[in-house]
């Protein structure tokens, strides 16, 4: 029996939650994993592990939000011809707080990081992957990107963007042989919210916020186990667990569904009855 083919696989995101746990299921004989992030201790510790499973891995300390710095990485690292077969795109940050009280600075860090890096990455993956007609892309989204988030806006509206992206890229690209694939998790248990910017109010108390509206988190292996399983069975665009899956289905059929959360969210956040 041949060996499997060498696969080269790209994920951003990968010092912690989704990325992380997306890097250690995947990681295995035959497997080049390239870990981009921002931590460079827990790239690391994830190379560690991801070594002890047969893969090898290649770790680069990037600041994704700083896009001249990237497209040199890209550029010198993946040059047109060098092959990647696939790229998850799951580095994100998040903001919480009224839009009233967000600054542009804010908005600026979420736009590079949520919405302009991951197009940078697919558009430059992509070309190749066309070039070659084969390869996969997956953007890891958001619910909120289906459903808004009222006290997290900036990150709901650059996750509206990347459903736009891969509404419109998946149709160009399945001509040329390339998968594009978009996951949009609901809560998951990641440090993406202690290393939110917060505005007028504390990672205490949004967890609180969450905890009450009852829905329940996904710890970061189950969610990234279900985007694993999802893309291998061929799905391009889900939302995960049962809950998403719905609430993606209600979003733009039943709006007052949303809109009921959506007041329970902001009498939370200000405190009210």
């Not at 990681?27 to 870990?35: C, D």
């Not at 459903?147 to 709901?156: D, H, I, L, N, R």
């Not at 998968?179 to 609901?186: D, E, N, T």
Request: net charge positive; aromatic share 10%; with cysteine.
């Amino acid at each position: 029996m041949q060996p499997p083919a060498a696969q080269t696989i790209v994920i951003t995101g990968a010092s912690s939650g989704i990325g992380r746990e997306i890097a250690l299921r995947l990681a295995g004989p035959s497997q080049v994993i390239w870990l981009v992030g921002r931590n460079q201790e827990r790239l690391d510790e994830v190379a560690r592990q991801v070594t002890a499973r047969g893969a090898l891995a290649k770790v680069a300390r990037l600041d994704l939000a700083d896009l001249d710095a990237a497209e040199v990485f890209l550029r010198e690292t993946f040059p047109a011809g060098e092959r990647v077969d696939t790229v998850y795109l799951g580095a994100a940050v998040t903001q919480f707080g009224e839009i009233k009280d967000t600054l542009p600075e804010d908005w600026e860090l979420i736009y590079r990081t949520n919405l302009l890096s991951p197009i940078q990455w697919c558009r430059h993956f992509y070309a190749d992957m066309v070039e070659r007609r084969g390869g996969r892309i997956v953007l890891i989204s958001s619910l909120a990107g289906y459903s808004g988030y009222p006290t997290a806006t900036a990150y709901a509206t650059m996750k509206a963007g990347l459903l736009g992206l891969f509404r419109s890229l998946w149709h160009e690209a399945k001509s040329h042989g390339v998968s594009i694939h978009l996951a949009s998790p609901g809560y998951v248990d990641t440090t993406i919210y202690k290393s939110a910017v917060f505005r007028k109010t504390t990672y205490e108390d949004i967890m609180g916020q969450i905890k009450k509206l009852g829905f329940g988190s996904l710890t970061a292996d189950d969610a990234a186990g279900r985007i694993i399983r999802a893309v291998e069975r061929g799905d391009c665009e889900f939302a995960l667990p049962s809950y998403a899956s719905l609430m993606k289905w209600v979003a733009p059929r039943l709006p007052f569904v949303i809109a009921g959360v959506h007041s329970k969210i902001i009498r939370s956040f200000r405190h009210e009855s």
